[in-house]
């Protein structure tokens, strides 16, 4: 374990990672390998999202052991995630140590997110509120932005330029320019970026016949396709002193214009965007102790047209228009070591979230204070980490978490863990304060957060060529927030959930090929008991199945690869009447470096032009391509 002092999003932890032993900061806030890490972690670098060439975070993450991804058409299109199997509202997202997402929702909108502008995705699966406080039931993803690269250390005077232009399937054109530079003590990278295709109509036609009876898709029929344009920018830039203190600063802008079925009671075109910012500030006052202050702010905006009129002036009724969340954050991290291998991390996290909206919410603001503890230490083939935190919100109280893991090393690299947490969800602004609609009351401020218990059990070992883990775990959920069509969807803590699950991964290097796979098997079901119509069915969107593999090898300049990916059935809804049936997709990718400094990509997506839904009668993409030309000189 690594015993010096230092932060949540120390650039050196982030640009200091091997194939062999990627350095994290999500799992504890502080940097350490992911042999250490005592949870499930998945790292994805740079280098893996040049290899697999995705074209949007979802396709990224689609797969991975535990994340389960819907979307409700093609891209751009509103997107949800289900991190071993709880709520789309229980996985907590960072951007650069800032906490993102709509505070109506409830979630953030990955979708939005280009995946030109990443340069690395930490996946920490298993409660973490005892670290971050709400929301982190399933876990937390923190997304990386990209960092300033040097030439070889040696002066900002020679800025490096880097260059991405991808055309494809559905009238697809994007590109992306950067300029990045440092040296020993300073990094910066500026970059822009845009997106637009023409799309495909995302929900299927039959879907408003099929509302009649189920409430299918987007209760329209729409032929037209849905086109998406985005535009993005981010910007980084930091300073290290000889003496260790160093000021780093994170920017990151995208804006989207998204077009889907509607109508003029739901509009049929929205203007979304996503804001955020942050600046970190660190130092040493002694060997031992490290303070890292941080402060941030995120914004997710969404104004919604029909037409391209101004849905609120299109429908006077509505009571929607525009939603504008605001998170405003700083923390103050205390890192101490203690001794060799003991570390004591304290701190306060301070939140703000506000609501700007065309809809009369009954209240637009609230805050939350964190105080947190953990201690991590390493005792011969032992390791301990224990975490405790308080959170006191100013609207539903106090609040407190904590969690428990321990890891033994064994001989030959195999390592056993087990862990124990605790966490919470705290309700939406819309289950709190959503205003009565036609005098009926439509949200609860009398709502409790959703309280969790997990436990986990995990082997992995890497040997030689191979590498492979095993992780079994169970969530607990009470005071599940459920819209009950009895009390016309008044949102109550009236229900239960219990999800087991057990994922399993397996790689290697096989004579140049690079093999990874991963293997999801889970039963996220509805605990709610006797007096619960679904009790025993599966939560929605759910599989309870999934797997994934991944294989690339380079020949010279040339690379080649595939991903195989498949999911079992699930349903659409809480009463398991809309089946969602099983799939599995297949694609293929090649790459050449023609010069040192140029590559060329290519990517047959769903080569096998495979139908299927991740939501109810809505359309995924078919058999697409997609053709990259990039441009990134050498560092030296």
């Not at 040493?284 to 890292?292: D, E, H, R, Y």
């Not at 953990?374 to 904590?402: C, I, K, M, P, W």
């Not at 040339?558 to 099983?582: E, H, I, M, P």
Request: hydrophobic share 35%; with cysteine.
């Amino acid at each position: 374990m690594a015993a010096h002092a230092t932060d949540q999003n120390d650039t050196t932890a982030q640009n200091d990672t091997t194939a062999f032993d990627p350095v994290i900061v999500t799992a504890t806030r502080t940097p350490i390998t992911v042999e250490d890490a005592l949870s499930s972690v998945t790292v994805i670098t740079r280098a893996d999202i040049e290899r697999l060439q995705p074209v949007s975070v979802i396709d990224l993450l689609t797969g991975l052991p535990g994340v389960n991804l819907v979307q409700s058409g093609g891209l751009g299109q509103e997107s949800t995630l289900f991190l071993r199997g709880t709520n789309s509202t229980h996985t907590l997202v960072l951007i650069d140590g800032v906490r993102i997402g709509s505070v109506t929702a409830g979630f953030a909108s990955l979708e939005q997110i280009p995946v030109e502008q990443i340069e690395r995705i930490e996946i920490v699966r298993g409660p973490r509120s005892s670290l971050y406080g709400a929301d982190a039931i399933g876990g937390v993803i923190q997304i990386f932005t990209r960092h300033g690269q040097t030439d070889g250390g040696q002066t900002l005077s020679n800025p490096l330029p880097s260059l991405s232009m991808t055309a494809g399937s559905n009238g697809l054109f994007g590109s992306e320019a950067g300029l990045s530079g440092g040296d020993q003590h300073a990094w910066y990278n500026v970059s822009l970026g845009g997106e637009y295709t023409s799309g495909f109509p995302g929900c299927k036609f039959g879907a408003a016949e099929a509302n009649g009876g189920n409430g299918a898709g987007c209760f329209v029929d729409d032929s037209r396709d849905d086109a998406y344009r985005n535009w993005n920018g981010a910007a980084n830039a930091g300073y290290r002193w000889d003496n260790g203190t160093e000021l780093a600063f994170t920017w990151l802008r995208s804006k989207n214009d998204v077009e889907y079925a509607g109508s003029p009671y739901g509009g049929n075109d929205a203007v979304n965007e996503q804001r955020v910012a942050g600046v970190r500030l660190s130092f040493t006052p002694l060997n031992i102790w490290k303070v890292t202050l941080n402060a941030g702010q995120s914004k997710d905006l969404a104004t919604t047209y029909y037409q391209g009129t101004y849905y609120g002036s299109y429908y006077p009724l509505a009571q929607t228009g525009y939603y504008n969340s605001q998170r405003n954050q700083f923390s103050w991290q205390n890192d101490i070591a203690l001794a060799s291998n003991q570390l004591l991390t304290i701190g306060v996290d301070y939140q703000q979230e506000h609501l700007d909206s065309s809809t009369g919410y009954l209240a637009d603001d609230r805050n939350d204070t964190g105080t947190y503890a953990q201690y991590q230490g390493t005792f011969g083939r032992n390791e301990v980490q224990l975490s405790a935190r308080h959170d006191d919100n100013s609207q539903y109280g106090g609040h407190d978490t904590g969690a428990l893991a321990w890891g033994y090393n064994f001989d030959h690299d195999l390592r056993l863990m087990a862990s124990y947490g605790t966490a919470f969800h705290a309700p939406t602004f819309n289950d709190l304060y959503y205003p009565p609609y036609g005098g009926i009351p439509s949200a609860n401020p009398n709502l409790k957060p959703e309280k969790s218990r997990s436990g986990e059990l995990g082997l992995s070992q890497k040997l030689g060529i191979w590498n492979w883990a095993l992780n079994a775990y169970q969530t607990d959920i009470d005071d599940l927030i459920l819209l009950d069509p009895s009390q016309n969807y008044v949102p109550f803590n009236v229900s239960k959930a219990r999800i087991r699950g057990l994922e399993g991964q397996l790689g290697a290097n096989l004579d140049g090929w690079q093999v990874q796979g991963y293997l999801t098997l889970q039963q996220p079901k509805d605990d709610g008991g006797a007096g619960d119509a679904n009790n025993g069915n599966l939560l929605p969107r759910r599989p309870e199945r999934t797997a994934r593999i991944d294989i690339d090898r380079r020949f010279g300049d040339f690379g080649v690869g595939t991903t195989w990916y498949a999911a079992g059935k699930s349903y659409d809804d809480a009463a398991n009447q809309n089946r969602l049936g099983g799939y599995s997709t297949l694609a293929l990718r090649a790459s050449w470096h023609f010069t040192a400094d140029w590559q060329v990509e290519a990517k047959l997506a769903n080569a096998f032009d495979k139908e299927y839904e991740t939501a109810y009668y809505f359309n995924q993409p078919g058999r697409t391509w997609y053709l990259t030309l990039r441009y990134s000189p050498s560092t030296h």
